[in-house]
């Protein structure tokens, strides 16, 4: 059983006999568990006992308790309590506000705030288009969701949802920058949605649209993007399709194949599937087929959703039919952005030679990476424990840095392109390999080269 080393990581009291070999049997009962060892700490020390803090990783949550049990069969143990890591994380929450500005005396309070602040509030009114220069507003990102997608957990809700706005925000902190504020609501209706964003716009520079379900994201979307004088990104759409783009393009090179001239199968219809293949159109791509729960997408099925239909409309131009199997004889490129377990990896036998595998189901991938290496020359997943991680934290912090910037009111294709194309470059053609496509989300030149491609965009 393979550990991963913090979403599961647990941390145990433990009051245990004065004998240092106990601790040494709860290491081992720990190993045999199947649990990792990451830290062991005498917490208190007396001649009737000792308290221990024994921190490890575990598979997931129902090891982590097996883990507990069998520490408990050990002689001479008592576990007092057990932590989970990720947990005390959370509490209190993971971002806050800081001032930017000293506020010791009357002279930075008569500045900061009154009488002074409405000197600057006069010369607003007098010239709006300095508000991004005197205030938060050119620095910050509203984070918005509706709770109906989050991540592959579903219709959660706003306050289940919050925890993953906040750790988005912590992350346009870390990697941009950016100021960006967690707005989680409570309605699920189209038109209160966009109604929401518009009245609260004044106060960001961008939107970021976060975990809203398929399809009412993409109208969400475009009548934002329609209304509002900010950019508006739905990174599940967006983001997405900028970093799959980006490691195809690497992936493609490693195997010596051009984007124009090989088969690429999508599995997954909703947002982020559809705007990967939007993008990839963009890019040149030739062939792309689409399939979803039903089969493969065709333009001239008539039992189609609005949605489908479009998507299918730009798609599979050769009019194959059938399911996930059929598709994938002869492809090149397996994308998935849909359900876990649904790929067999001998499936990935009957592609073309040297093909590519992308199964970037969250938190479950459509099939095992080690598995489908057996068969794939390139394989990338959305996990961190294997190589190739598709992580959208490789492109929205860059982007909005760049969109701040620049003072860019939309987001154009033309960006997403080269978004795409600077992550890609970031790995140099000594470092290129079947293993290393895509950069780490700790390179320090990606949020640095994604904002430049922005700014260089036509904004």
């Given at each position: 059983m393979s550990a991963t080393p913090s979403s599961y990581s647990i941390t145990m009291r433990l009051h245990t006999a004065p004998d240092h070999g106990v601790v040494g049997a709860v290491a081992t009962a720990i190993a045999a568990a199947g649990g990792i060892v990451t830290a062991i700490d005498v917490a208190d020390s007396s001649h009737e006992r000792l308290v221990v803090d024994v921190t490890c990783s575990a598979a997931d949550a129902d090891h982590a308790e097996l883990v507990v049990a069998a520490v408990k069969e050990v002689e001479g143990v008592e576990v007092y309590k057990v932590s989970d890591r990720t947990f005390l994380l959370h509490i209190g929450g993971k971002i806050e506000v800081t001032s930017k500005v000293p506020l010791r005396t009357r002279d930075d309070l008569s500045m900061a705030y009154t009488p002074g602040v409405g000197r600057v509030s006069l010369a607003l009114a007098k010239n709006p288009e300095d508000v991004s220069r005197l205030t938060i507003k050119g620095n910050s990102v509203a984070v918005v969701t509706d709770g109906s997608a989050v991540l592959g957990l579903g219709n959660i809700g706003p306050g289940a949802a919050l925890p993953v706005m906040e750790g988005k925000a912590a992350l346009f902190k870390r990697f941009g920058g950016i100021d960006a504020w967690p707005i989680c609501l409570d309605t699920q209706d189209t038109d209160e949605i966009v109604r929401t964003v518009e009245l609260i716009a004044p106060g960001f520079g961008g939107i970021n649209l976060e975990d809203i379900a398929a399809p009412r994201c993409f109208e969400v979307e475009r009548r934002l993007r329609e209304s509002l004088d900010i950019p508006v990104f739905h990174d599940d759409q967006h983001g997405t399709a900028i970093v799959v783009l980006a490691a195809l393009t690497n992936a493609l090179r490693c195997v010596d194949k051009k984007l124009a001239d090989v088969r690429i199968v999508v599995s997954g219809g909703g947002a982020a599937g559809s705007a990967i293949v939007t993008l990839l159109l963009a890019a040149g791509a030739g062939d792309v087929v689409v399939t979803d729960i039903h089969g493969i997408l065709s333009g001239d099925d008539a039992s189609l959703s609005p949605a489908m239909a479009e998507l299918a409309s730009r798609t599979n131009a050769n009019r194959l039919r059938g399911g996930l199997h059929e598709a994938m004889r002869g492809s090149d490129v397996f994308i998935g952005v849909s359900a876990p377990g649904i790929l067999p990896?001998?499936?990935?036998?009957?592609?073309?030679?040297?093909?590519?595998?992308?199964?970037?189901?969250?938190?479950?991938?459509?099939?095992?990476?080690?598995?489908?290496?057996?068969?794939?020359?390139?394989?990338?997943?959305?996990?961190?424990?294997?190589?190739?991680?598709?992580?959208?934290?490789?492109?929205?912090?860059?982007?909005f840095r760049g969109l701040l910037d620049a003072r860019a009111k939309e987001i154009t294709t033309e960006m997403l392109l080269k978004a795409a194309y600077a992550i890609a470059h970031v790995v140099n053609d000594e470092e290129l390999n079947a293993n290393f496509i895509i950069p780490t989300v700790f390179h320090p030149d990606v949020p640095k080269a994604v904002a430049a491609a922005i700014r260089g965009a036509d904004t």
């Amino acid at each position: 059983m393979s550990a991963t080393p913090s979403s599961y990581s647990i941390t145990m009291r433990l009051h245990t006999a004065p004998d240092h070999g106990v601790v040494g049997a709860v290491a081992t009962a720990i190993a045999a568990a199947g649990g990792i060892v990451t830290a062991i700490d005498v917490a208190d020390s007396s001649h009737e006992r000792l308290v221990v803090d024994v921190t490890c990783s575990a598979a997931d949550a129902d090891h982590a308790e097996l883990v507990v049990a069998a520490v408990k069969e050990v002689e001479g143990v008592e576990v007092y309590k057990v932590s989970d890591r990720t947990f005390l994380l959370h509490i209190g929450g993971k971002i806050e506000v800081t001032s930017k500005v000293p506020l010791r005396t009357r002279d930075d309070l008569s500045m900061a705030y009154t009488p002074g602040v409405g000197r600057v509030s006069l010369a607003l009114a007098k010239n709006p288009e300095d508000v991004s220069r005197l205030t938060i507003k050119g620095n910050s990102v509203a984070v918005v969701t509706d709770g109906s997608a989050v991540l592959g957990l579903g219709n959660i809700g706003p306050g289940a949802a919050l925890p993953v706005m906040e750790g988005k925000a912590a992350l346009f902190k870390r990697f941009g920058g950016i100021d960006a504020w967690p707005i989680c609501l409570d309605t699920q209706d189209t038109d209160e949605i966009v109604r929401t964003v518009e009245l609260i716009a004044p106060g960001f520079g961008g939107i970021n649209l976060e975990d809203i379900a398929a399809p009412r994201c993409f109208e969400v979307e475009r009548r934002l993007r329609e209304s509002l004088d900010i950019p508006v990104f739905h990174d599940d759409q967006h983001g997405t399709a900028i970093v799959v783009l980006a490691a195809l393009t690497n992936a493609l090179r490693c195997v010596d194949k051009k984007l124009a001239d090989v088969r690429i199968v999508v599995s997954g219809g909703g947002a982020a599937g559809s705007a990967i293949v939007t993008l990839l159109l963009a890019a040149g791509a030739g062939d792309v087929v689409v399939t979803d729960i039903h089969g493969i997408l065709s333009g001239d099925d008539a039992s189609l959703s609005p949605a489908m239909a479009e998507l299918a409309s730009r798609t599979n131009a050769n009019r194959l039919r059938g399911g996930l199997h059929e598709a994938m004889r002869g492809s090149d490129v397996f994308i998935g952005v849909s359900a876990p377990g649904i790929l067999p990896a001998e499936w990935i036998g009957d592609m073309a030679e040297n093909a590519v595998v992308f199964a970037l189901a969250n938190p479950d991938p459509e099939v095992d990476p080690a598995d489908a290496e057996r068969y794939a020359a390139v394989v990338a997943s959305g996990r961190s424990d294997f190589p190739n991680q598709i992580n959208n934290v490789l492109a929205f912090p860059g982007v909005f840095r760049g969109l701040l910037d620049a003072r860019a009111k939309e987001i154009t294709t033309e960006m997403l392109l080269k978004a795409a194309y600077a992550i890609a470059h970031v790995v140099n053609d000594e470092e290129l390999n079947a293993n290393f496509i895509i950069p780490t989300v700790f390179h320090p030149d990606v949020p640095k080269a994604v904002a430049a491609a922005i700014r260089g965009a036509d904004t």
